[in-house]
């Protein structure tokens, strides 16, 4: 099935409302491999912000809500994104609000079933009062969907994988959302166009590892013994779920590093998720871990930990696995480095602890991946207690040629789990 092209042109004023909608004629009749969209945008006064759905049929036969924060349209079974405006700065290192490096106002978030699964800068400033054009692809692939964004031919994403996103029949919708009580922007759809068949997904072998693993100060680890599947059958990916809710004792306020961990066959501890924990709140994530697929099999002990020093977290580990034939497969994980150590401390440093490695290659290997993982913490008495708010170069040397990048960045303000207090921003 090659699919269909629509093209047309509706445009839409929002004066005074809340939020508009529109859908004819741009409905998809059915479950395509791959669905592009178009539209322009022009804001013309005050506005929080715009948005673009592609409405889930089933979820809302009757047509979108007139309550949509289209800024941020969450939206049952349905995909979206916002065109957000309104993210104020701040001066306040501890409250909710997060551009803190008082950065324009011009955002483009990703949403899926109800929930921002992604939030970044546009370099283009489409609230100028011009008109920008909009250009969304979905590519439905296993366990998700890759999405590539563009406003004025500049990409904002580029195949990000949103996991969880399937196709489905939908209608094209759009809408506004108003600032103190008006709002100006006109939206105009242009195209909406789909093709290829989806082929035949079996839905996931769910095994959970944790289910509400409780971890305070006084057991900060939890460990098991998991029946994962066993080795053999090919998997194409392997779905990390990682919820963090309150337990009975209290959530902890602060930000504490945790991981997921599983031991190899040679007894070595292997880390195959990293994650810092948000300010008083809760939250779930999902993570890719295919490449991790050869720890992850058969009879395997496994543990989460929180650094949690006051009250506590309730922690809920699950893994899907999709079955299927990947070009690649990741046959063994090797530990380059591992551990918990200061930077900036000249009674240790750190080219003591990260010696030059040999690693042997196996003869069928044709690729491999070097993931570093780094929290970037550096406290007293190294660093002049910089914690967090230091930038740091990391350099990684492979067969003689240096890889580089900086340890900082102007954009955690857009961090889709927020709002939170604390200094998360930086």
């Known amino acids: 099935m090659t699919g269909s092209l629509w ?6 004023t929002t004066l005074s409302a809340a939020s508009v909608t529109i859908a004819e004629p741009f409905r998809l009749p059915g479950r395509y491999r791959q669905v592009e969209f178009a539209g322009r945008v022009r804001f013309t006064g005050p506005c929080r912000g715009a948005g673009m759905a592609l409405l889930n049929a089933r979820a809302y036969p009757d047509g979108a809500p007139m309550d949509v924060a289209w800024d941020e349209p969450n939206l049952r079974r349905s995909f979206a994104i916002g065109l957000d405006t309104h993210n104020p700065p701040t001066d306040d290192p501890f409250n909710a609000d997060g551009n803190i490096h008082k950065r324009p106002e011009h955002e483009v978030s990703l949403h899926w079933d109800g929930r921002e699964l992604a939030n970044a800068f546009s370099p283009v400033a489409y609230n100028d009062g011009r008109w920008h054009e909009v250009r969304v692809t979905l590519e439905h692939v296993t366990a998700g969907a890759l999405v590539t964004v563009t406003l004025d031919a500049t990409a904002i994403y580029d195949h990000c994988f949103l996991p ?7 209608v094209l919708v ?3 959302a108003h600032s103190e009580g008006q709002s100006c ?6 195209d909406l166009s789909c093709q290829g068949s989806v082929p035949h997904e079996r839905a996931p072998e769910r095994h959970t590892v944790f289910a509400g693993a409780v971890l305070t100060a006084d057991h900060q680890q939890q460990e098991t013994i998991a029946n994962l599947p066993p080795p053999g059958q090919p998997v194409r990916r392997i779905m990390l779920t990682l919820s963090l809710r309150t337990p009975p004792g209290g959530i902890d306020p602060w930000d504490r590093a945790g991981s997921v961990y599983a031991w190899g066959d040679d007894g070595q501890r292997y880390e195959i998720l990293r994650f810092i924990t948000p300010f008083g709140r809760e939250y779930t994530w999902e993570a890719d871990v ?5 720890l992850l099999r058969g009879p395997r002990r496994m543990a989460v930990a929180v650094g949690t020093w006051v009250k506590g977290w309730e922690v809920g580990v699950r893994l899907d696995y999709y079955w299927g034939q990947l070009e690649l497969e990741a046959f063994r994980v090797t530990n380059v480095w591992s551990g918990d150590w200061e930077y900036g401390n000249p009674a240790d440093p750190l080219e003591a602890r990260f010696v030059p490695r040999t690693l042997p290659v196996h003869e069928q290997t044709t690729a491999a991946t070097l993931r570093v993982v780094v929290t970037g913490h550096g406290m007293h008495p190294n660093t002049d207690n910089a ?3 230091m930038p740091a170069r990391r350099t990684v040397i492979v067969n003689g040629k240096s890889f580089e990048n900086l340890l900082w960045t102007t954009d955690n303000y857009l961090n889709p789990c927020r709002p939170q207090g604390g200094t998360w921003k930086y």
């Open 7 to 12: 093209r047309c042109c509706v445009l839409v």
């Open 164 to 170: 969880d996103v399937r196709p489905y029949a939908g």
């Open 174 to 176: 759009a809408g506004a």
């Open 185 to 190: 922007c006109e939206i105009g759809m242009t």
């Open 290 to 294: 295919t490449d991790y697929q050869s």
């Open 387 to 389: 914690a967090e708010f």
